[in-house]
């Protein structure tokens, strides 16, 4: 179903990791650490200023892959792996980007699921590398069946 998107990605879309959003995430996972949501706290951090909740970059935009015209409902999330070679800091902008790594289709008891690997990758604005994210996103049956209607 998808395995001609295998290897196309999207544009890069500039998101700001803005304080009042990440004090938001923070208090919606559940994790108000002082280093998320207190400024005093994060100038005297190691890094400066406060930073984002690992999972945050969960909420950036990583743009349209061309094609790949995924339902806005009925989708199951499989899996979500970051990987840092840095936090992010409050205040900076970071350029993401997302590309379609494999896709699969396997027989279950409910049919056939689709599951399609992604992976969105964030740098900052010298164009440094500061994380990368493994997504794993399955298509049941019923939502391929209506895909394909």
């Known amino acids: 179903m ?44 190691r890094y400066g200023d406060n930073i984002a909740p690992p999972t945050f970059p969960r909420v950036f935009d990583y743009g349209e892959i061309t094609g790949l015209n995924l339902p806005s409902k009925g989708l199951i999330h499989g899996e979500q792996i970051y990987h840092y070679e840095r ?19 396997k027989a279950g008891k409910s049919g056939t699921m689709g599951i399609l690997s992604l992976e969105g990758k964030g740098e900052d604005s010298e164009g440094t590398l500061v994380f990368r994210a493994e997504q794993v996103v399955i298509i049941t049956e019923a939502v391929r069946k209506g895909m394909e209607a």
């Open 2 to 45: 998808f395995e001609e998107a295998i290897g196309k990605g999207s544009n890069k879309v500039r998101n700001t990791v803005e304080r009042g959003a990440v004090r938001k995430f923070a208090d919606s996972i559940g994790d108000a650490h002082p280093i998320f949501v207190d400024e005093e706290a994060g100038k005297a951090s």
């Open 87 to 105: 936090p992010l800091l409050v205040g900076e902008d970071i350029h993401c980007w997302t590309e379609v790594k494999d896709y699969k289709e």
